[in-house]
């Protein structure tokens, strides 16, 4: 039933180790995204798919990496975690439609917490 | 840096009073989305606001657009409990990167 799932929900590890968090979207979007939520709530993309194609590389630091195996998972790896990378991690998908607009639908987040 | 900043922060309302926010971008753009995000989940689209469009309404509530002043207003009437939320206004100049302001925190008393 769920549009955008992403897994896990939480995520408490220590600094210097190596996580993944998955997204999968059964919209049949053609696009997808991370998007970095910080502690005071700005949202910030860091990267986008759009039918496997990498579109969007914010300035993301190397140890984030991206996977699209195919256009309906987008999954988020990170290296060497550090204590700033401790935020709301949201996958979202979109379509645009005839007139150009690109309304996004997001999953309901992943809290990473580096200690 | 980012694109749409939500004005003001966080407002408190009691039930049945409206709410309004202010939102102010800077580039040109092909639309403004507004979007709401309840405590501890992700955020959900409320409705959008063509370049071409100086006002819309769904429901409880009305969005306004001035591209001329880069700015749009939320109006939430008749507000109620369940709309304590945060919303954040988004811009799309039609380059897939839809940037958000950090919204504004609504708390709706009893």
């Known amino acids: 039933d769920t549009a955008v799932s992403q897994t896990p929900k939480y995520l408490v590890t220590q600094m210097g180790n190596d996580k993944s968090i998955k997204c999968e979207q059964n919209l049949g979007h053609d696009t997808m995204y991370w998007y970095k939520q910080d502690s005071k709530k700005f949202l910030k993309i860091m990267f986008s798919y759009n039918n496997k194609e990498l579109i969007i590389n914010e300035t993301v630091p190397n140890r984030f990496s991206p996977k699209s195996p195919d256009k309906a998972h987008l999954n988020l790896h990170i290296n060497s975690l550090e204590l700033g990378d401790s935020a709301v991690y949201f996958c979202?998908?979109?379509?645009?439609?005839?007139?150009?607009?690109?309304?996004?639908?997001f999953g309901a987040g992943s809290r990473l917490t580096v200690l | 840096s980012q694109q749409g900043e939500e004005d003001p922060q966080a407002l408190s309302i009691q039930e049945g009073e409206n709410a309004t926010m202010n939102c102010s971008y800077k580039t040109s753009i092909n639309n403004l989305q507004w979007y709401r995000q309840n405590s501890g989940r992700g955020l959900v689209h409320l409705i959008l606001?063509?370049?071409?469009?100086r006002e819309k309404h769904s429901g409880r509530l009305r969005v306004t657009l001035d591209t001329s002043k880069k700015s749009s207003s939320l109006l939430i009437t008749a507000s109620r409990a369940a709309d304590t939320a945060s919303y954040f206004c988004?811009?799309?100049?039609?380059?897939?990167?839809?940037?958000f302001g950090a919204g504004t925190t609504v708390t709706v008393r009893a």
């Open positions: 988004a811009t799309d100049s039609n380059d897939y990167k839809l940037s």
């Open positions: 606001i063509r370049s071409n469009e």
């Open positions: 979202a998908s979109s379509q645009v439609d005839v007139s150009g607009a690109n309304v996004l639908t």
